[in-house]
C-alpha cells in the first residue's frame, strides 16, 4: 500500500506561480512512477504530467513550457513548479502513484491516489 499527501495548492493570480509538492510512503518510492492529474469543475480529470522511475517526463501540451514535473527519492516526494499560471488551470490537482515504468495518462494507469489540493487562479 503507498500513502499519497498532495500539498501547495493555493489562489494566486494569473502569471504567478505555485509549487505542489506530492509525498508517496509506504514503498520504495524510486521504484514509483508518479503524475499528476487535475479536474476543474464540471469537467472530466485529465493527465498532466508525469514521471516515470528512470526519471522521463511526459506532458500534457497546455502546460509544457510552464510546468515542470521533478521527484527527490531521498524525500520521497515528487513537485510540480507551475509557472504563468492562468485561469484555466484552475483545479483540483490530485497526484497518483503506480509501480510501473512507464508513464500512462489514463486515471486507470494509477493504482494509488491523494486527496487533492485546490489550485486557483484569478484573472
Known amino acids: 500500500q503507498v500513502q499519497v499527501v498532495e500539498s501547495g495548492g493555493g489562489l494566486v493570480q494569473a502569471g504567478g506561480s505555485l509549487r505542489l509538492s506530492c509525498a508517496a510512503s509506504?514503498?520504495?518510492?524510486?521504484?514509483?512512477?508518479l503524475g499528476w492529474f487535475r479536474q476543474a469543475p464540471g469537467s472530466e480529470r485529465e493527465f498532466v504530467v508525469g514521471?516515470?522511475?528512470?526519471?522521463?517526463?511526459r506532458y500534457v501540451d497546455s502546460v509544457k513550457g510552464r510546468f515542470t514535473i521533478s521527484r527527490d527519492n531521498a524525500k520521497n516526494t515528487v513537485y510540480l513548479q507551475m509557472n504563468s499560471l492562468k485561469p484555466e488551470d484552475t483545479a483540483v490537482y490530485y497526484c497518483?502513484?503506480?509501480?510501473?515504468?512507464?508513464?500512462?495518462?489514463?486515471?486507470?494507469?494509477?493504482?494509488?491516489w491523494g486527496q487533492g489540493t485546490q489550485v486557483t487562479v484569478s484573472s
Open positions: 497518483a502513484a503506480v509501480s510501473l515504468f512507464y508513464i500512462s495518462t489514463r486515471q486507470d494507469g494509477y493504482t494509488y
Open positions: 509506504g514503498r520504495t518510492f524510486s521504484s514509483l512512477t
Open positions: 514521471i516515470s522511475r528512470n526519471g522521463d517526463t
